[in-house]
């Protein structure tokens, strides 16, 4: 084994969590700041157009000014090197964001504090939960008229199901918002809303005992000041790294994105306690990420909608190893060996072409439909990683084929489809129908186009009575045939022929779990 490469322990692979609106763009926007990868904030918006004049994007993407597909940013902070995984938001919310959270070995909670926890937050947070990763959090918009700070806590508290570490306490809101009090270094940042675009630095008061408090804040604020941190020190958790790093404690900045305050101090935290790239499970064994070989798996697969560039980038995760252009990888499901001359490797201006690769990096491979969501490659090692799974889908349709005599081409489309990750579809045991899942709804009409052009087939879409879907298993062979013979009207078979139960409701789940308590009902599977 060669020696421990420095510049792995240096990697950060992480995403941002939050619900639309929140602040995930200008978060995103000022990070890239910080990291120097940009010189002006406004110029990720601006990329996002440039973006579209580059061919590789979906029409529908270009007509809506919105990206499908989530991309990958590579920029350098404080000696770090830190890959920002997008975890697209809007209407292109899909199954995409939930897997790319499989990928991460860390991620960013960003919490409008006038909103506080919402439904997105939520769903994003569970996924998170599946494999405990270390969340930090950032209380955004203290600029505007917000919630009480202690009372947002609370509610993450509650609802999230996490433990809140306050490192920074804001200083007022709204117009009377004044700064932030950091709670481990014992000063105060002044907020100062001028910012022109680039880096503004307020002034810091060093000690709360400090009577530049006073000149400064008046002798009211700060006295109160003084009274609210006593009562937050003793009322609120202690910032400790390793309930944060099991994924029980969350580190929480309070700040406003759009003034560029409060952003530094959540980045130097988060660069020094969030975990470097980690070990990974797979079937035969758990992978180290200093192990000498390379390995490394792919959570995400990017369709080129332009007819003549028919291929597809498979977005791949190294664990381990080093990634060198040119070099051979081994799929251990295909049983194949490919030779990846083109990958690329995504900075924060463009992609670029990947000579090296090192954990925790991501490199995206070209290729015309043979690598799958949750392939692992390797260097000859029969190995699968775990842990990206299929997610319930939380939208469903029934497919409406224009020409009957399409509906073998239909099938192989969905099939390759979702075997791409592109969507999920369910043949009912019981009927000859075809439906299809989806967590966000643009996947719908990605499919029907991508239907349309590849494989020439035309088919609508219709409401269908599931509500949500289940994979069900069980120890016991009989108790599963019962229940299959019990409950054929609302299972299905998936793309991969697992089990599923469709729900027509919320209530029907709720009484069949209770009524079959030797029945496993999963809302994830594993490829
Ligand atoms: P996303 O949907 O989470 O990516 O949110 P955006 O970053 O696009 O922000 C949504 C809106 O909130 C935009 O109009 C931003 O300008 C605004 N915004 C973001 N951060 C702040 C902030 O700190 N204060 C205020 N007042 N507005 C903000």
Redesign the pocket.
Known sequence: MTEVDPSTAERRTFAII????????????KLLLYGGAIQNAGTVKGRKADRHATSDWLTMEQDRGISVTSSVMQFPYAGRILNLLDTP??EDFSEDTYRVLTAVDSALM?IDAAKGVEERTIKLMDVCRLRDTPIVSFI?????EGRDPTELLDEVEEVLKIRCAPVTWPIGMGSAFRGVFHLVHDRVHLFSPRHEGGIAHGEIIEGLDNPRLEEVLGADVAENLREEVELVRGASHEFEVEPFLRGELTPVFF?????N?GVEELLSTFVDYAPAPQPREADARVVQPDEEKLTGFVFKIQANMDPQHRDRLAFMRINSGRYRRGMKMYNPRTGKTSQNVSAATFMAREREHADEALPGDIIGLHNHGTIQIGDTFTEGEELRFTGIPNFAPELFRRVMLADPLRSKALVKGLTELSEEGAVQFFRPLEKNDLILGAVGVLQFDVVAQRLKDEYKVECRFEPVNVHTARWVEAEDENELERFRKKAAENLALDAADYLTYLAPTRVNLELTQERWPDIHFSATREH
């Open positions: 939050s619900h639309p609106d929140a602040g995930k763009t200008t978060l995103t926007e938001g809007h960003v955004n918009k203290l600029d505007r700040g406003s994105a759009v003034n305050f």
